[in-house]
C-alpha cells in the first residue's frame, strides 16, 4: 500500500496486509518501506513467517527485497522484530537504540516470543543509537526519540518528507482500532515511565504518524498522542 510517494507499508495484519496464524491479538506488525535513489530502508520486518508476503507486497510496487540496505527496529517485540535473523541472512543492516539492540542479541524475554508460542532467532543490530540522536541512512537523515514504557526499547523516529514531518511511533500509541496503548504484557512494561514517554512525544508536532500496528494518521496526529496521554493519566494513577 503506498502511504506517500515513495513510502509503503508492506505488512501488517490488524488492518490485513499480512496475515500469521492467529495466535495473539497482533500477530505482525506494520512494516513500512522507503524507497531511495540509494536502495530501500525498511522499519520493523514483522514476525518472519510473513516475509514472504512482505516480499510479494514489494514486488507488486516494484520494490525488490533483494534492495533493502537498512531496518530500523522501533523494539524488540517479536512481531516488530521476529524476522530480522531471515533479513540478516540477506546482508540487511540493522539500526536499533541500545536497549533493542541489547534485548533482539539475546532473543530473551524481553522479545515476548511467549506471547506467539514461538521462539525469537536473535541477531545483531549493526549500528546502535542513543536518544535524541540524528543518524543518517542513504541520503535521508532520520531523529531518535526513545519512548519506554511498552518496553523499555521504544523508540520513535522522525523523518521529514517532502516538507512534512512523520513519525514513525512503532506501539507506543495504539491505533484507535485497537486501544489507546501498545500492549501491556511485556517483560518490561512500565506504567509511569510510559505516562512520560507519553508526556514527551505530545510535545513533538507533526504532521504524519505511522503507528506499529493499524490506521496511519494523516490528520494532526498529535491529537491522537495527547488523546492516549490522557487515557493514561485517567486510568494508571
Known sequence: MQVLKDIY?????????????????????????????????????????????????????GLQPEEIRYCILTHPHFDHAGGGHKLKEMGVKFVAIQETAEAVATGDDRCCGFLYHKTFVPFEVDQKLADGEEFGLLGLTFKTVHVPGHSMGCTAYLLTWEGRVLNFSGDVIGTLLGGDFGWDGSIDFNKPVYIQSLLKLSRIDVDIMLPGHGLIYFHKPRIRVEEALNSALSQWR
Open 9 to 61: 507499508q508492506v505488512g501488517g495484519d490488524l488492518n490485513g496486509i499480512t496475515f500469521d496464524e492467529p495466535r495473539a491479538l497482533w500477530n505482525d506488525a506494520n512494516s513500512y518501506v522507503i524507497k531511495t535513489e540509494q536502495g530501500l530502508i525498511m522499519i520493523d520486518c514483522g514476525c518472519g513467517d510473513t516475509l514472504d508476503q512482505i516480499f510479494r507486497n514489494m514486488r507488486y510496487w
